[in-house]
């Protein structure tokens, strides 16, 4: 089974700092992605990548940056944390090849305070 | 942005009740999927039915398709109470990512 593992359950971090959140994937998918999940306001993309070193900016980007050094492994980072980044954050890869489904890691419930 | 629209928004039946959720789209599509979401976890690839495809059976789980409608249905027969799930459909859009739904949060009373 294709395996998205995301690196905390739960993490708290304080306004104005810097957060790496990490996500690896262990089945050589090429495409990656970082989605934040809040009440009411669905799945939005933040991030994705097809290939390693290559990023595309999703429908809310401000304020996250991305890293994906290694095909595996693709980082969000919170440059700045601010409280309305208080979220639940979605990491998912697929294979480029076909329009097949994605697998998630867990989430990341993320608290800024 | 989203493409899908589930409905209703919320269910809540009695256990061994059949569970019935819609999934409407807008643009031409490939293939639509579901999905579901435990609370506080990751979504759960469920079931993907092509544009060429009616309906298929994936154990409890029944997907319809209507292509002229632009819409899709999942059934989850004789509901249990590890069935509740916020359950979204997806499809893939133009540029190649899965467009989803806001989900369906169904909930199985014991």
């Known amino acids: 089974d294709v395996k998205v593992t995301q690196s905390s359950r739960y993490l708290v971090k304080r306004t104005g700092e810097k957060v790496f959140l990490e996500c690896v994937q262990d089945?050589?998918?090429?495409?990656m992605f970082w989605y934040r999940q809040d009440p009411g306001l669905g799945l939005r993309l933040i991030y994705f990548?097809?290939?390693?070193?290559?990023?595309e900016k999703g429908d809310i980007p401000e304020g996250y940056s991305v890293s994906r050094e290694k095909k595996e492994r693709f980082s969000l980072i919170l440059e700045s944390a601010s409280t309305n980044q208080t979220s639940m954050y979605l990491c998912?890869?697929?294979?480029?090849?076909?329009?097949?489904?994605?697998?998630f890691g867990s989430g990341t419930r993320l608290t800024v305070v | 942005s989203q493409q899908g629209e589930e409905d209703p928004q919320a269910l809540s039946i009695q256990e061994g009740e059949n569970a019935t959720m819609n999934c409407s789209y807008k643009?031409?599509?490939?293939?639509l999927q579901w999905y579901r979401q435990n609370s506080g976890r990751g979504l759960v690839h469920l079931i993907l039915?092509?544009?060429n495809e009616r309906e298929k059976h994936s154990g409890r789980l029944r997907v319809t398709l209507d292509t002229s409608k632009k819409s899709s249905s999942l059934l989850i027969t004789a509901s249990r109470a590890a069935d509740t799930a916020s359950y979204f459909c997806?499809?893939?859009?133009?540029?190649?990512?899965?467009?989803w739904g806001a989900g369906t949060k169904l909930i199985i009373k014991p």
């Open positions: 990548s097809y290939d390693v070193k290559m990023k």
């Open positions: 998912a890869s697929t294979p480029s090849q076909g329009r097949g489904s994605y697998t």
């Open positions: 089945m050589d998918h090429e495409n």
């Open positions: 643009t031409s599509i490939n293939n």
């Open positions: 039915i092509r544009s």
């Open positions: 997806a499809t893939w859009g133009s540029n190649y990512q899965l467009i």
